[in-house]
């Protein structure tokens, strides 16, 4: 039988990549075939995170936000029942998400040992990572924390909450922003 001519066809392709992130967050070494998911994958595309996890490394999890930035493709990111600490960063980096009714996101400032040495060179270390810590946290948390959430972290320490319905109700205000800016 032949296609009526009336009748255009198309057949479309694109990659949806399927990632699951349910451990720790590593050292960046670790995530050689995310960073190159993230670098090859077209506007076509989809990377989808299915992401549960405590958190873990600043610098791993800055790194894997940079490259997600880079990223032509569309990232979703699934919040699983634990997206906490550097977690809930690599969540917010993302250009969609799906939200369970188990879904929960932690925010806090950064966990660090101040070292050990001279006390002038702990001072330094001290004043250089609550530097990065504050600059990194305010970068990142822009238009999903309030200005009292921002007090709360980074001069009372609180780690803050958000469950299903808080982040249903966050997300698309967080994403109106990310667009306005």
């Known amino acids: 039988m032949q296609p009526s001519i009336n009748i255009l066809i ?11 992130m349910t451990r720790p967050i590593g050292e960046i070494d670790g995530y050689g075939e995310l960073t190159q998911i993230f ?6 595309d989809e990377v989808h995170i299915q992401l ?3 958190g ?3 610098e791993t999890c800055d790194y894997l936000c940079r490259r997600m930035d880079e990223c032509e493709a569309t990232i979703v990111v699934e919040i699983g029942l634990t ?14 998400w ?5 879904s929960t996101m ?4 950064c966990s660090y040992s101040p070292g050990y040495g001279k006390e002038s060179d702990v001072r330094l270390s001290v004043a250089y990572t609550e530097r990065v810590n504050r600059e990194w946290v305010e970068r990142t948390y822009a238009g999903f924390l309030t200005d009292e959430e921002f007090v709360d972290i980074l001069d009372n320490g609180k780690d803050l909450y958000f469950f299903a319905d808080d982040l249903r109700e966050r997300l698309p205000k967080y994403a109106k922003y990310r667009a306005e800016r």
């Not at 198309?10 to 699951?20: A, H, I, N, R």
């Not at 932690?106 to 400032?109: D, E, F, S, T, Y």
């Open 10 to 20: 198309k057949q479309l392709t694109y990659t949806q990549y399927v990632v699951p």
């Open 39 to 44: 670098a090859n994958a077209t506007a076509k």
């Open 52 to 54: 549960s996890s405590p």
């Open 56 to 58: 873990g490394s600043l």
């Open 83 to 96: 997206c906490a600490s550097a977690a809930s960063a690599i969540a917010l980096h993302a250009d969609e």
């Open 98 to 102: 799906v939200i369970h009714d188990s």
């Open 106 to 109: 932690m925010v806090h400032a």
